[in-house]
């Protein structure tokens, strides 16, 4: 009985990738986030088109949202202050509740709870564009 190869990623392999996309999407970092979307992207695809190959759907699919809620996150660092979080949430497209629910908010245990500004960026469509 033959016994198909099933390739699956090295532990390795996934803890390096997920430090270089910690490193992409440093705040740190001193670059545009056009240019900094653009490395990510760059770097995305260079490793799905080597690993792409195993057999890992589910593993991908977790990582695109890991990878999403990194960029989503670099966004909302980059805004910093409160009353700029609001202004661009309401700028895409979210309710003025939700966007000064979202916008006040001081600490990141909140953000997951909170969908105004993950909405906020798949609406204006950020992270499709370049990802």
């Known amino acids: 009985m033959d016994v198909p190869y099933i390739s699956l ?3 390795n392999s996934l803890n390096k990738f997920k430090e270089e996309v ?3 999407t440093n705040r740190n970092w001193g ?3 056009r240019y900094q979307l653009f ?3 760059q ?3 260079g490793w799905i088109n080597y690993f792409g190959i195993a057999k890992g759907y589910q593993r991908c699919v977790d990582l695109d949202h890991w990878i999403r809620r990194k960029v ?3 966004y909302w660092r980059q805004w910093r202050k409160p009353r700029t979080k609001v202004r661009n ?3 895409r497209g979210v309710h003025v509740e939700s966007a000064v629910a979202c916008g006040i908010t001081s600490t990141k245990s909140r953000l997951p709870e909170e969908k105004g500004h993950g909405v906020a960026l798949e609406l204006q469509g ?3 564009r370049c990802l």
């Open 126 to 128: 950020l992270i499709k």
């Open 22 to 24: 910690r490193r992409l």
């Open 72 to 74: 989503r996150m670099a």
């Open 39 to 41: 490395k990510l992207s």
């Open 31 to 33: 670059v545009s986030m």
């Open 43 to 45: 770097y995305l695809r």
């Open 9 to 11: 990623w090295h532990e």
């Open 89 to 91: 949430l309401m700028k």
